[in-house]
C-alpha cells in the first residue's frame, strides 16, 4: 500500500522554524522525484521545493534562503527545513512523490504550518 504520511506542522510565531517530515512507504522511494508543495485557504497548490533521485534541489522564490529540502533514501524520508517563517507560510503543506517514467504521482494528506503571533 503506497503512503506519504506528512508531520510537523504546527503554530509559531514569525522568525521561527518548524521542520516538516514526510514517510514513505509501499513504493521504490529512491527512484522519485520529492516534493513539499503548500495550498493556502483561498489559492491554488504552489511547490515549494523539489528534491530528485540523487540530491538536486530546486525551490520557489519565496522560499530561497529560507527553506532546506532533504531525503533520506535508506528510510524512506524527505524533510523540509523552515527558518524565519513568515505569516505568507501559512498553507496546509503536501507531500508528493513522482516518476513520470511510470506516470506515478503519489500525494499525502497534508499538515497544517500557521505562522501567527
Do not use: H
Not at 505568507?88 to 503571533?117: F, Q
Amino acid at each position: 500500500q503506497v503512503q506519504l504520511v506528512e508531520s510537523g506542522g504546527g503554530l509559531v510565531q514569525p522568525g521561527g522554524s518548524l521542520t516538516l517530515s514526510c514517510a514513505a512507504s509501499g513504493f521504490g522511494f529512491g527512484m522519485y522525484v520529492v516534493s513539499w508543495f503548500r495550498q493556502a485557504p483561498g489559492e491554488q497548490r504552489e511547490l515549494v521545493a523539489s528534491i530528485k533521485e540523487f540530491g538536486t534541489t530546486t525551490y520557489t522564490d519565496s522560499v530561497k534562503g529560507r527553506f532546506t529540502i532533504s531525503r533520506d533514501n535508506g528510510n524512506k524520508m524527505v524533510y523540509l527545513q523552515m527558518n524565519s517563517l513568515k505569516p505568507e507560510d501559512t498553507a496546509v503543506y503536501y507531500c508528493n512523490a513522482k516518476r513520470p517514467i511510470t506516470k506515478s504521482d503519489y500525494w499525502g494528506k497534508g499538515t497544517l504550518v500557521t505562522v501567527s503571533s
